[in-house]
């Protein structure tokens, strides 16, 4: 399975952008790049995702490198309701992409957000 | 829009018993239900992924004749724990997708089994 790089930790201060790295180096080409985030004691959240282009939502934006090799989540206005584990997940629809149809969860970054 | 629901949020049984988690897309038929297991301190492990009126597909190491996985309608899949042991004890976690394994999961709020 491709899989994904990120920090352990990251804090930040309220009100301030966050931006959460992950590296996908052995990313095939029908893999899209999916963020979640899990709040302590609570089933995961979906937040984003993308294949090649920028993406964005309510939530987050999502920059994705042209590479493909790696990708950025970024929370423009950090709260302290953003604290959390972030997860960047590879996922294929294509039955030969290298992760196909599953989530597997690496570690995350725990975001700290601090008032 | 979709939303999940498990139940119960909680349960506390005894050893050698089996449990039963309920979880349902309660606004949407989900084609595709996965159950993951996180113990704590660790990430989410995938253990099934089970499709409406099929049986389901366990991940190496899983025991599918401990873990018994129903998928009876779309909107509707139980994970049974039988003969439950402390090392059982966990958190698990559901979700559900529209449109298959390769859409976007949406997560329950999880149930925590405690095996005493």
């Known amino acids: 399975d491709a899989k994904t790089t990120q920090p352990n930790s990251m804090e930040s201060n309220e009100e301030e952008p966050v931006h959460l790295p992950c590296n996908h180096s052995?990313?095939?080409?029908?893999?899209?790049i999916h963020w979640y985030r899990q709040l302590p004691s609570q089933g995961p959240e979906y937040v984003i995702h993308?294949?090649?282009s920028n993406v964005n939502n309510r939530m987050a934006s999502l920059a994705i490198a042209e590479d493909r090799k790696s990708s950025t989540l970024i929370l423009h206005r950090a709260t302290l309701r953003d604290a959390a584990v972030y997860y960047c997940?590879?996922?294929?629809?294509?039955?030969?992409?290298?992760?196909?149809?599953?989530?597997?969860f690496g570690q995350g970054t725990i975001l700290t957000v601090h008032p | 829009g979709a939303v999940v629901s498990q139940h119960p949020s909680w349960v506390i049984c005894k050893s050698g018993t089996s449990v039963k988690i309920e979880c349902r897309s309660l606004?949407?038929?989900?084609?595709?239900m996965f159950w993951y297991r996180q113990f704590p301190k660790q990430s989410l492990m995938l253990m099934a992924t089970s499709n409406e009126g099929s049986k389901a597909t366990y991940e190496q190491g899983v025991e599918k004749d401990k873990f018994l996985i129903n998928h009876a309608s779309l909107t509707l899949s139980t994970l049974t724990v039988t003969s439950a042991h402390p090392e059982d004890s966990s958190f698990y976690i559901c979700?559900?997708?529209?449109?298959?394994?390769?859409?976007?999961?949406?997560f329950g709020p999880g149930t925590r089994l405690t095996v005493l």
């Open positions: 979700s559900a997708s529209r449109s298959g394994i390769t859409d976007t999961q949406y």
């Open positions: 606004d949407f038929q989900a084609t595709t």
């Open positions: 997940i590879l996922n294929s629809p294509n039955a030969g992409g290298t992760s196909y149809g599953k989530l597997t």
């Open positions: 993308g294949l090649t």
């Open positions: 052995t990313i095939s080409g029908t893999d899209y």
